[in-house]
């Protein structure tokens, strides 16, 4: 039996770990949906939460004993992101006539066909090939799609009251909110600092928990008008 400071310790990692990889998997999982409308950025906040919830508990049945903390990773949910756009915009008579549950349902079994083929390949060692991965190539791929998440959050760090696309920005420059601005800076500068300042608490943390103190406290203060709407998932469950 542990001694009571290691089972404490061992809690207190659990519920940063659930810290960092629940926003993780909302905001990712909300991301990989944005092509069939905001009407299903709540589903995919929702899908995050419990990916984040299945995932953790799964492998730890199956006899994971490492320090490990499973998080979703930008460049699977720019894949997935891809896919559902390209069936959102496909021609296929099928998949135009079934409509968003088919979109999803073909998701889903490439999904699971996917995991399946990751098992597969672990068991014959296959991932050792990305060692010979040129880093320029990763760098690439790992900043585009960086890149392209953050063109898509534009619109919500401009505090647009509807989804407005990256691209359509500049025709609602008038509707900018200027508090909303500030609040994301704010979010921004307090993880990029966050380690010099607390050290031994996740930026993610940090810069979360500061900026929604933040923002409520400016709807509080009367200053709603100057912000930017909750998430659709906030809303939805409001």
């Known amino acids: 039996m542990k001694p009571l400071p ?3 310790n061992d809690i207190f990692a659990g519920l940063v770990s659930a810290a960092v990889a ?3 998997a909302m905001d990712f999982c909300m991301f990989a949906f944005a092509a069939l409308g905001e009407d299903y950025f709540a589903d995919g906040a929702l899908a995050g939460i419990a990916t984040a919830f299945v995932v953790a508990i799964v492998c730890v049945l199956l006899g994971d004993k490492t320090t490990t903390v499973y998080a979703p990773r930008i460049t699977t949910t720019f894949f997935l992101g891809l896919l ?3 069936l959102v915009h496909s021609d296929e008579p099928m998949i135009v006539g079934g409509g968003v549950p088919l979109i999803l349902a073909i998701a889903f079994a490439i999904v699971l066909l996917a995991g399946a083929l990751q098992a597969l390949f672990g068991l014959i060692k296959l991932g050792t090939l990305i060692k010979f991965m040129p880093q320029p190539v990763m760098a690439g791929f790992q900043n585009a799609a960086a890149a392209l998440l953050f063109l898509v959050q534009l619109g919500n760090v401009c505090g647009f009251d509807r989804s407005v696309a990256f691209t359509q920005v500049p025709q609602h420059l008038a509707s900018i909110k200027p508090l909303s601005l500030a609040v994301a800076t704010v979010t921004f500068a307090t ?6 300042l607390l050290p031994k608490i996740p930026p ?3 810069g979360i928990s500061l900026g929604c103190m933040l923002y409520y406290l400016c709807r509080l203060a009367g200053l709603g008008s100057y912000l930017g709407p909750i998430t659709p998932a906030g809303r939805a469950r409001l």
């Open 6 to 8: 290691h089972v404490r």
């Open 22 to 24: 629940i926003p993780l």
């Open 84 to 86: 559902i756009y390209g």
């Open 191 to 196: 993880m990029w600092n966050a380690k010099k």
């Open 204 to 206: 993610i943390i940090v």
